[in-house]
């Protein structure tokens, strides 16, 4: 005979078999075939809470929260996740319209000055600025991948996350700003080597990315004019 005493349905006080005693409930009980189901003994488990904490562990690229993120780093690894769909078009489109976003101060400032509707005349000019910079880096690249292949990413209308077209500019500007030119720099990077194929691609990637050391390896090449690298 078992030691373990615990050998009767939790239900129905039933004797079950030793291989039904492994078949314990997350809950504790260990019940018959026809109890084992657990709409069928009242199961106190919390399953809701685990398939929850299951989901939140799998797909934590849409679960993190904004608040959650401490550093400038962190934020610009969310931010290359949430953008991760829209290609190498889509990404540069959407640094495009992050330029003319970050432009509209400007004409604000030059419509207000010269245009002769003074303050309307600058928010006009900010709104513009706005629309052109939206259209630029979402429903630009979407219509792009519609001709292409027929579908349509799922931003076309906005919709990503911890950049400058999202709420979360109002959370951590700082942080949203720092991804963006981060992402710009990267642009330039993979412009000036096309696209990592040509011969300032090892000098260019060899120390971190700042602007000032990718355009003077532009220079540099530059002056050396067409010798070979």
């Given at each position: ?60 690229r849409v679960h993190q929260g904004a608040e959650e993120i401490g550093s400038g780093e ?110 710009a720099k990267e642009h330039l990077q993979n412009t000036v080597t096309y696209g990592r ?27 050396r004019g067409a010798v070979s690298c």
């Amino acid at each position: 005979m078992s030691d373990d005493p615990d050998r009767n349905c939790a239900k129905c006080n039933k004797r079950v078999s030793l291989v039904e005693t492994r078949m314990r409930c997350r809950c504790g009980l260990i019940c018959c075939e026809k109890h084992r189901p657990i709409e069928s003994h009242d199961c106190q488990f919390d399953w809701r809470g685990m398939q929850q904490q299951r989901l939140y562990q799998q797909h934590q690229r849409v679960h993190q929260g904004a608040e959650e993120i401490g550093s400038g780093e962190q934020w610009f690894k969310q931010y290359q996740k949430h953008h991760e769909e829209h290609g190498v078009l889509g990404r540069a489109c959407h640094t495009a319209g992050f330029l003319i976003l970050a432009l509209s101060p400007v004409d604000s400032f030059y419509a207000f000055l010269f245009w002769g509707d003074g303050f309307v005349a600058s928010l006009r000019g900010l709104v513009y600025c706005m629309t052109l910079g939206f259209a630029t880096a979402h429903t630009l690249p979407a219509l792009v991948e519609f001709a292409r292949r027929g579908r349509t990413m799922r931003s076309w209308l906005g919709g990503c996350r911890y950049c400058c077209f999202s709420w979360d500019l109002t959370k951590k500007p700082r942080f949203v700003l720092a991804a963006e030119w981060e992402q710009a720099k990267e642009h330039l990077q993979n412009t000036v080597t096309y696209g990592r194929t040509n011969c300032i691609t090892r000098e260019v990637f060899s120390e971190p990315r700042t602007l000032r050391h990718i355009l003077g390896c532009v220079w540099r090449r530059v002056q050396r004019g067409a010798v070979s690298c």
